[in-house]
């Protein structure tokens, strides 16, 4: 309570603070914004003068949390680089809106009827950011780059056992010595230029998306320019882009309040209010799954009954109206709706909360009087650490006395999700495009299978998928392995948080992606 | 020359003893800088390669003679986030923290000395009573929440610079030193409350002392009397609170380069130790640590010459 007192007093001082700058900033930003040599956009309220500079502006700032990991495509592991680096980057394939694959680089593809050999036909044409044509060299390179034929050291588990084939100057085959029904998007690992020495593609970076990179400051931004030669006429329609790196989410807001940022992914739902009028945002489901993991090997928690009434006791209706104002999609098991195809509906209403139903289970578990319970949170996640705040809350009624731990994202990584020492953890498990990257975290021997969950049912269920090409059984099979998860649930399933990212007004065209990729090239400014 | 070479020693044996505690303080601190670079999607493959790339299969012994033979050598290895060169990624941001602490030096002194002096003049008047008060608050003020107040009113507000924006004043000197204005008053306000309060403790006490007295009769104005006599003999314990203010700036405005979004030593220090980037951190302690004690050399030297009877040793 009090905290909502104070809150509502810093958007109070927040506004008083805005209503300051529309006023003053009408005759004031004008000579400010020529000074500065990068064009900027005005508040709509500003007319006339300031109409010029909108129709020119051609460089969008967009805020982003961290540095990449590596440039090199091949070398980078993070999302947080996959989310800038989409734009420079494509592979034979590449991911479009509703999270299929589709060609980019090959002209088209087929798979033989075993389901081992992936055979792509290159598409003619197609130009490096540095000008030179892409031809199968380039490709089979690329590959095999990742397979470890270059240096000796495999840069992808994917692509170990693939042997790779060039038939002729626009056919390559890859055979697999399994089936893996979920193989195909580690085609949109990037294709790169041959010849060009293995340290360069981690300076500068060359690949056939639709922008080019143009530099990397530490800490700072990474800026990408269009690309003129791409394959798609017409596109990216905006001339710069500049990642600028914020390490935290109040400097970010603050430029954005300044004018300074016109794109602001990820924004958290507070802020939603205090945008300023010549700003929008858009919202949609982000593949995300937000869970307590529970480390299911740990006294309690290794007990059924105690998982299911902690789920019982947690009311996650509440948590998304609390915590997310209500922008978020309940979840039952780990999956978002967005995967469609392989979504099983209903689960999420299997646990809505129930506190005699959770006693009950305490009870027959032996644990009538309940127990102590910590709760591991990386402080860097606000919302995560306000959920756990209000499941310390709801946890009470079934005597369940938790606490809150907050540990620093690198002590997190160590500990909790390597290391395995934790009783349970709130965390967001960012989507994959393949339901089965998404499932096999829970099979017994996947070497980061942090919840420690084994259960030899749901291993079978998930070797079966893998080993079926026909995509109905493989459906059935996903949303059967879905049920066993709400069933055993060795975690609370809370929500799939929406993606909410604000922009400017005059910027438009925001593509949602059911993966962690901002897609600039189809935006524009309007 | 006796001086120098004992002094030089101890230097060393500093420095070599920081290495080694920083070395062990990463050993024993959780995190794993693996994780911090490639977060929770990498593949056991490219793991692996990372873990021989940084030889963290290595035993520790090992490593560190590594790092401090490459080290001797002037070379300061490569940082594990940022993959460029430790000390390259430390030139760029030094030019930029020496700029700020400079800046700010500036402001301390060209306000805060003749702060002082009217302070200490008009010791149980309005004006040193409203001093001294404004004294006591502005030691008192965190920094960084002066910066976040700052940032507000200057930037949101006034509109005098553009929050999350960092001008290099290679590019634009002016801007460049907007940019950076905002930021050394905001870590100068403390600083200058610290000098105004030794400063003029210092100045009363050498007013009451008998060559003052001697110099006003020998016919000297009030202001020479200041300048020369009093300011000169009020100054020495003053140094050594500067020179631990300069340390403390240019050893990383932690906090207000991370407010005011400044791509400096601070900001840099941080995202290393959160990432843990050893060779980046071990880099920036030794640089710190060098800093320190040049400035403690330089301090020692200047207390000879503002006061000759003091004599190095």
């Known amino acids: ?526 | 020359m006796r001086y120098l070479l004992r002094k030089m020693s101890s230097v060393i044996m500093t420095l070599f003893l920081v290495t080694v505690i920083t070395f062990i303080v990463f050993e024993i601190i959780p995190g794993d800088p693996i994780a911090a670079k490639l977060g929770i999607e990498a593949d056991k493959v490219q793991i692996e390669a990372l873990r021989k790339e940084l030889q963290l299969d290595q035993p520790l012994i090992v490593r560190y003679k590594d790092w401090i033979g490459n080290a001797l050598k002037g070379d300061l290895g490569i940082s594990i986030r940022f993959d460029e060169p430790v000390i390259n990624l430390i030139q760029i941001r030094m030019m930029v923290t020496s700029r700020l602490a400079l800046i700010a030096l500036v402001i301390t002194i060209i306000i805060g000395v003749p702060l002082s002096i009217i302070t200490a003049k008009y010791d149980n008047k309005g004006i040193g009573i409203g001093t001294s008060i404004f004294s006591q608050i502005g030691m008192a003020l965190p920094s960084f929440w002066l910066g976040i107040l700052m940032t507000y009113l200057f930037g949101l507000v006034l509109k005098q610079f553009i929050p999350g924006r960092y001008v290099p004043m290679e590019q634009n000197f002016v801007q460049g030193l907007n940019y950076l204005l905002y930021p050394a008053i905001a870590i100068a306000i403390p600083k200058i409350a610290v000098v105004v309060r030794y400063l003029r403790n210092a100045i009363m006490d050498q007013t009451n002392q008998d060559y003052v007295r001697t110099a006003y009769s020998k016919g000297l104005r009030s202001h020479q009397v200041m300048v020369r006599h009093i300011l000169r003999n009020a100054l020495i314990p003053v140094i050594t609170i500067m020179g631990m203010i300069i340390a403390d700036i240019l050893g990383g405005s932690l906090i207000i380069e991370q407010v005011f979004t400044i791509p400096g030593i601070g900001r840099l220090l941080i995202m290393g130790i959160s990432n843990r980037d050893f060779p980046l951190v071990q880099g920036m302690v030794i640089y710190i640590a060098l800093i320190v004690i040049a400035i403690n050399l330089l301090v020692d030297i200047m207390y000879h010459f503002i006061d000759p009877r003091i004599k190095l040793n």
């Open chain 1, 1 to 526: 309570m009090k905290r909502n007192v104070l809150g509502s007093l810093m958007v109070l001082l927040l506004v008083c603070v805005l209503a300051g700058c529309g006023t003053e900033q009408k005759n004031d930003t004008n000579s400010d914004i020529t000074n500065q040599n990068q064009t900027q956009s005005e508040n709509t309220n500003e007319q006339s003068t300031n109409e010029e500079i909108m129709a020119k502006q051609d460089k969008v700032v967009v805020a982003v949390p961290q540095d990449p990991d590596y440039l090199d495509p091949h070398l980078s592991a993070a999302s947080g680089t996959t989310e800038i680096m989409f734009n420079v980057f494509e592979g034979l394939l590449k991911a479009d809106p509703s999270g299929r694959v589709i060609p980019a680089i090959a002209k088209d593809y087929t798979i033989s009827n075993d389901g081992l050999t992936y055979t792509f036909k290159l598409q003619q044409g197609i130009h490096f950011h540095n000008g030179k044509e892409v031809t199968m060299e380039d490709v089979a390179y690329s590959y095999k780059r990742l397979k470890g034929d270059i240096t000796g050291e495999p840069l992808s588990e994917a692509f170990e056992e693939v042997e790779i084939n060039v038939v002729d100057d626009e056919t390559i085959a890859f055979q697999l010595t399994e089936v893996n029904s979920g193989f195909l998007v580690n085609f949109t690992k990037a294709v790169i230029p041959s010849g060009l020495g293995e340290e360069a593609h981690n300076k500068t970076p060359i690949g056939t998306g639709p922008y080019k990179f143009k530099g990397y400051n530490p800490s700072q931004n990474i800026v990408l320019e269009k690309f003129d030669d791409y394959r798609i006429e017409g596109i990216p329609k905006i001339n710069e882009v500049e990642f600028r790196i914020f390490a935290d989410s109040q400097s970010a807001f603050m430029s954005l309040l300044a004018g300074e940022v016109d794109m602001y992914p990820r924004m958290e739902t507070e802020n939603i209010e205090m945008l300023p009028e010549n700003y929008y945002y858009v919202e949609g489901m982000q593949n995300m799954v937000q869970l307590m993991s529970m480390n299911n090997a740990t006294e309690p928690l290794n007990d059924v009954k105690v998982r299911q009434a902690i789920n019982y006791a947690i009311d996650t209706d509440f948590i998304i109206e609390a915590v997310a104002n209500g922008k978020g999609t309940k979840l039952g098991s780990n999956m978002s709706p967005v995967m469609s195809f392989f979504y099983e509906d209903g689960l999420q209403d299997k646990y809505n909360i129930n506190i005699e139903k959770a006693k009950h289970l305490l009870k027959d578990a032996g644990y009538e009087k309940g127990f102590e319970l910590t709760i591991t949170v990386p402080s860097n996640y606000d919302l995560h650490v306000k959920t756990a705040e209000v499941i310390v809350e709801q946890l009470k009624a079934v005597d369940i006395q938790a606490s809150i731990e907050l540990v620093e994202w690198g002590i997190w990584l160590d500990r909790v999700y390597k290391g395995r020492d934790y009783e349970t953890t709130i965390i967001g498990l960012t989507g994959k495009l393949d339901p089965n990257n998404i499932l096999f975290r829970y099979e017994t021997n996947y070497p980061r299978n942090y919840m420690n969950y084994s259960n030899e049912q749901y291993d079978t269920i998930i070797a079966q998928a893998v080993k079926t090409t026909n995509e109905e059984e493989r459906a059935r099979l996903y949303k059967e392995a879905q049920v066993l998860l709400a069933d055993e649930v060795p975690a609370v399933y809370i929500m799939d948080p929406n993606f909410i990212v604000a922009l400017k007004s005059n910027l438009k065209g925001y593509q949602l992606y059911p993966l962690y990729v901002q897609d600039m090239s189809v935006m524009y400014f309007d």
